[in-house]
């Protein structure tokens, strides 16, 4: 699959890339968001991870301010 960068379109090697497994739920119990998180890579094993949890509280949303729309759109095939 090809990386992007702006307007630049490549292949990584995929010897030097890593596979990342996430895992995500809630959990009723203590009403949390919870995510696992391992990236690992064929040659080198266990490359990084992440384990954690959150809360979030649900917001009315309105129309998006032009200021925080992207700067740029790229289009992709």
């Given at each position: 699959?090809?990386?992007?960068?702006?307007?630049?379109?490549?292949r990584f090697p995929l010897a030097l890339?890593?596979?990342?497994?996430?895992?995500?739920?809630?959990?009723?119990?203590?009403?949390?968001?919870?995510?696992?998180?391992?990236?690992?890579?064929?040659?080198?094993?266990?490359?990084?991870?992440?384990?954690?949890?959150?809360?979030?509280?649900?917001?009315?949303?309105?129309?998006?301010?032009?200021?925080?729309?992207?700067?740029?759109?790229?289009?992709?095939?």
């Amino acid at each position: 699959m090809p990386s992007h960068e702006g307007p630049v379109s490549f292949r990584f090697p995929l010897a030097l890339s890593g596979r990342a497994t996430l895992r995500e739920r809630f959990d009723d119990a203590d009403g949390r968001f919870h995510i696992d998180l391992e990236v690992h890579n064929d040659r080198f094993g266990f490359l990084f991870g992440y384990r954690g949890s959150f809360v979030c509280e649900w917001m009315p949303a309105g129309p998006v301010p032009p200021r925080l729309l992207p700067l740029r759109h790229e289009p992709r095939v």
